[in-house]
């Protein structure tokens, strides 16, 4: 698929928005797709928001604009729409990771399905990407280094589910958590790539722009 001229909806959290790259609207991966590939991009991306609606408000008011709440404000005449988030519903949403069963969304599992739903609503003749998050610090910490005290589920539960769900609605998975090549476990790609451990830098945002790119043109 050429996308060139084609309308691009990236629903996301702070790595959509292109936190860590030095210009976020022209070296975030959503500029260099715009740019690289000619594909009118339109960035729904705010930092620190999660896919699954907040008990307790937060200490920062926009992280509580849950991606559910905000399909609503996008433009409805998209040809592919990609969601790219989870890692703040892990990182610091307090939402229960739930269970594949559910369908409202008290739960993060519940969030996905009615997301999933709306999505496919809206818009009905487009194509709808789910990518998983990609890997970040303190993946295997229940507690997330503190942040979440009575945690009890890894990141991986999230990127489980979230694969689950795309499955489900027979939605194209673009599973950056298995595929990106970046894992700020290992220092070289940290350094490289990921100097905080969650957010790409300027070279993570190029690998990025080049990796959705090419699943949108060969893999849906």
Not at 32 to 46: D, E, P
Not at 85 to 99: Q, R, Y
Not at 201 to 213: M, Q, V
Request: proline share 6%; aromatic share 10%; hydrophobic share 40%.
């Amino acid at each position: 698929m050429e996308l060139k001229g084609l309308k691009i909806n990236f629903l996301g959290d702070s790595i959509t928005q292109g936190y860590a790259a030095t210009d976020r609207d022209v070296l975030g991966f959503v500029g260099l797709i715009a740019s690289r590939y000619g594909a009118v991009c339109r960035n729904y991306g705010i930092g620190g928001t999660r896919i699954a609606p907040q008990k307790e408000p937060s200490k920062e008011p926009r992280w509580d604009r849950d991606f559910i709440g905000r399909v609503d404000e996008m433009d409805p005449d998209a040809d592919i729409v990609v969601v790219f988030g989870g890692t703040n519903d892990f990182g610091h949403g307090d939402a229960p990771l739930g269970e594949f069963s559910d369908r409202t969304a008290d739960t993060f599992a519940g969030s996905l399905h009615v997301l999933c739903l709306k999505l496919i609503e809206k818009y009905p003749s487009a194509k709808i990407v789910v990518a998983t998050p990609l890997h970040r610090r303190a993946e295997d910490d229940p507690t997330v280094a503190g942040r979440k005290p009575d945690g009890t589920a890894v990141f991986k539960d999230y990127v489980n589910l979230i694969r689950q769900t795309a499955e489900y609605y027979g939605l194209p998975l673009l599973d950056l958590y298995a595929t990106s090549g970046l894992q700020p476990a290992v220092p070289i790609i940290k350094e490289k790539y990921m100097n905080d451990g969650l957010h790409p830098n300027n070279a993570g945002h190029s690998i990025l722009a080049d990796k959705i790119a090419a699943f949108l043109m060969y893999s849906i």
